[in-house]
């Protein structure tokens, strides 16, 4: 009971973080930083009589005191402190305490990765006066995988009912184009060009 009565003395007036690993009669290994993976670790101290041994962790650690060998063997937690604190009998007197630290290293939890969604390609034309030659643009521009592509006729409520139906006003033609980031944001719009390789161009840069 003396003993204790003297850990928790020590654990109520003392911080005993900054406490030493070595004092007179009494000696701890330095502090550690120990990988997670190797479950258990033993810290062994050296004195001329019994010592004896508390535990202090950010979580409840489970350990196995060895006291022929003045040791205590510490199931390790996934990550964290374990501050180790000892205090040594030698003929009934007690030493001053010794702790040591063993900072658990676990492994990193890694956040799930989010897929970055591609920019959408809205592309609004006169399904009755398009190309074919258009036509196998759109087809190819719809295979890139680097962007969303949608083509829709000028009727369509895509368009006519729609925060587009504004900038299609604004191009005063026939045609347009309006690309959105993944947050659904307009980042760019303009009219179709007339230029396959400008067009090509623009979806480069956006995508």
């Not at 009971?1 to 973080?17: E, G, H, K, Q, S």
């Amino acid at each position: 009971m003396r003993i204790l009565f003297l850990f928790m003395t020590f654990l109520l007036w003392t911080n005993y973080t900054s406490a030493q690993n070595k004092v007179k009669d009494l000696e701890l290994p330095i502090n550690a930083e120990i990988d997670a993976a190797k479950k258990v670790h033993t810290v062994e101290g050296k004195c001329q009589g019994l010592i004896k041994w508390l535990v202090a962790s950010d979580t409840k650690t489970k350990y196995t005191i060895n006291e022929t060998k003045n040791s205590i063997t510490i199931n390790l937690p996934p990550s964290g402190n374990v501050n180790v604190i000892a205090i040594g009998i030698i003929e009934g007197k007690p030493t001053e305490f010794a702790t040591t630290k063993i900072t658990v290293k676990g492994e990193e939890k890694k956040l799930p990765l989010v897929e970055k969604k591609p920019p959408t390609l809205y592309l609004f034309v006169d399904f009755k006066t398009i190309s074919e030659k258009k036509l196998a643009l759109f087809d190819t521009l719809y295979q890139n995988k680097k962007i969303n592509f949608i083509c829709n006729d000028l009727s369509s409520p895509m368009l006519t009912q729609s925060k587009f139906s504004e900038l299609y006003q604004q191009t005063n033609s026939k045609s347009l184009l309006v690309i959105e980031d993944e947050n659904e944001k307009i980042i760019f719009w303009q009219t179709i060009p007339n230029n396959d390789q400008e067009l090509l161009e623009i979806v480069k840069r956006y995508s």
